[in-house]
Structure formats: C-alpha cells, structure tokens
C-alpha cells in the first residue's frame, strides 16, 4: 500500500468536498470508477442520475484520552540503584531520569520497560545468595513486581493506544486505488501480526526492541486502514445507489414486461458484464478480502494484550471495527442489496447467469 502523495493532499480534499457539494465525479480513481459505474447504470434504465450521494458518517478514531491508559507511577524512589552498573541498571535508570527520558513516546517507554526488566531480572540473580545486599534484592524484586504489573498497560499504549495507528486510521485520504486493491495492507497486515506475536515475549530475553517502532512508522506512512475504511464507505455508498436505480425502475416500468429481453435489458446486461463484472466486482472482493485479512491482525494484536481495552476504544471497536459492527453491517448490507437488485431484474427477463 503506498501513501497518497501529499503534495496534493489539499487538492484530494478540496475535489472531494466539491464533489459533495456539486454532483461531480470523484476525483481518486475508485471514486471515479464507482460514479461512472452506477452513471452507466442511470443511462440504460433511464432514471435520473441525482446529485452524488452523501456517504454515511464514519466515527472518528478515539481521542488519546479515551483511547490510552493512564500508567501509575514508580513510587520508590531509584536512585540506590545507580550504584548497580555491573547490572545495567544505573545507566537505565539514568536514561529514564534525563531530560529526553521525561518526555519518551509509549513506544520508547515501553522499549526502556523492556530492557529495565531484562536487566533487573539479571541483577537479582546476580544478588541472589548474598546476604550482605538481600534488603537491595527485595527492595529490586519489588520494583520488578511493580513495573510487570503495568508492563500491559504501556504495552498498550504503544500499540492499539498509540497515536501511530490513530495517525494511520485518519480520514482525509482517499479510497484505495483499484490498482492497488489486491495487494492492499498484507505488508501492514503482516506487520501488526508479528507484533502480536511479541508481546508475550515483552520484559524477557530475547526480543529486540530497537525494531520496535519499524511496522509502526510504516503503517503511519501507508494511511492504509484510514484508505480502507473509506473504500468501504464508498462501496457502500455508491452499491446502494445502483441498487435503488434499479429498484426504481423495475417499480416505474420493468425493463422486461412480457418476462423476455428487451434492447434495454441486453444493454443493461453488457454493463454488467463488462463494467461490474470486470471492473467494479474485483475491486470489491479486494476490499472485502483487505478488511478481512486486517480485521483478523488487529483481533490477534488484542487478544495478545495483557490487558482489557479502555471503555473509550471498546464501544469505538464494537461499531466501528468489529464485524458485527455498524460499519461492516452497513457493508454487508449493500452487497446484499446490489445483489438482490441485479438478480431481480435478470431474472425477470430471463436473462440470469444460472438460468
């Protein structure tokens, strides 16, 4: 998935609103091909072509506040460890008390969490057996204890929680491109899915942190789940629309009265085959298949948390993300629909595939 580019960003957002406003085509090109789709449909049922429809309303992605946890501090103060740096633990500590350190990004909070508890872990083997420092020993087992017990909820604020991923769900992008449909989100999907697989290894040896906001800046950069969502909606829109053209006509006067092909019902068939069917279809099952494929990431990097949502993301998530959501209902429902249209008209004049 490649980023729209953002020289014209402006001009994407301008086209589009005029657009809203005047009835003219969209300028990305799934917009395009959509409006010229269901146009090709007004002509040959011969119903107007009314101004361009307003697609229904998407919730904006959670506010930082509604979407991240508030992590307790450390009340234990430090600084009698500073002395441990045959345990990594001064420079750490040191690192952390700076005056970057005061200012981390989750990510960088939970990367520094990381390899404090990966070195404390060391420190209290090291100490274990020495009775000289068993007050330390507790005293660093109980600040392990501490910073596990909140280790879940940093972990989440730095991946459903963080403002990279609310940065990539932004609405002011366009559709995906059908050129690019196929292929769309499965380096990002992939991405999300080895993160999922890394946090149960957060806090112990073996994982390496310095990557960790690779997948992250590249899903910020892809836009891909904000152009995903707007492809939905605009297949939702726009397969309505063809499904009431059709509706309305066969209300107002059957394309075939005596159950039998007429010119316009021919007509109305070449449009099916050779603009739905060849252009319009692929393009949907593409976006189906990329919802799908990123839906099921994102159910895995949650299922990987060790900690409940925030409320705040939790009711976002059930209409907006879930697939019994609003959303993917209203989705599912305009497939339904443009389906049932189509078949209805080809089976009254005689005209289906399976006939």
């Known amino acids: 998935m490649l980023k729209p580019s953002w020289a014209c960003g402006w001009s994407v957002i301008f086209f589009a609103l005029a657009f809203l406003a005047t009835g003219c085509a969209p300028a990305d090109p799934a917009g395009a091909m959509l409006h010229d789709y269901r146009a090709r449909i007004a002509r040959v049922v011969a119903v107007e072509l009314e101004s361009e429809p307003l697609p229904p309303p998407l919730p904006a992605w959670p506010r930082s506040r ?14 009698r460890f500073l002395s441990l740096h045959r345990c990594d633990l001064g420079t750490l500590i040191g690192e952390r008390s700076s005056q970057l350190g005061r200012v981390m990004r989750p990510s960088q909070q939970l990367s520094h969490e990381h390899r404090f508890l ?8 090291r100490l274990a ?17 501490f910073k596990r017990e909140r280790l879940p909820l940093l972990a989440w604020n730095a991946t459903l929680g963080s403002s990279a991923l609310a940065s990539a769900y932004a609405l002011d992008v366009p559709a995906l491109a059908p050129a690019q ?3 769309a989100g499965q380096t990002e999907t992939e ?5 999922a697989g890394r946090l149960p290894l957060l806090g112990r040896d073996g994982i390496d942190m310095r990557t960790w906001d690779e997948p992250w800046e590249a899903l910020e ?9 707007r492809s939905e909606q605009l297949l939702t829109t726009q397969l309505t629309a063809v499904a009431q053209l059709i509706e309305k006509r066969q209300e107002i006067r059957p394309l075939c009265p005596q159950g039998r092909p007429t010119r316009d019902a021919e007509i109305l068939l070449n449009v099916f085959r050779g603009y739905y069917a060849e252009s319009v279809q692929p393009y949907l099952v593409a976006v189906h298949g990329a919802q799908r494929r990123w839906t099921a990431a994102l159910e895995a990097l949650n299922a990987a948390q060790g900690v409940a949502p925030p409320e705040g993301f939790a009711s976002f998530a059930a209409e907006a ?4 959501g609003s959303a993917a209902r209203a989705f599912v429902a305009a497939r339904e629909r443009h389906t049932a249209a189509w078949q209805s008209v080809l089976d009254s004049c005689g005209m289906s595939p399976a006939g």
Do not use: K, N
Request: charged content about 30%; aromatic content about 4%; hydrophobic content about 45%.
């Open 129 to 145: 057996g020495d009775p000289q420092r068993e007050g330390l020993r507790e005293d660093l087992a109980d600040i392990v204890a």
């Open 191 to 195: 991405m999300v899915l080895l993160l």
């Open 181 to 183: 449909a196929e292929l």
């Open 66 to 79: 509604e979407r991240t946890f508030a992590v307790p501090p450390l009340r234990t103060g430090l600084g």
């Open 118 to 125: 990966v070195a404390a872990e060391r420190c209290l083997e």
């Open 221 to 229: 950069r892809s836009a891909f789940p904000g152009r995903l969502r």
């Open 321 to 324: 993300l879930d697939p019994a």
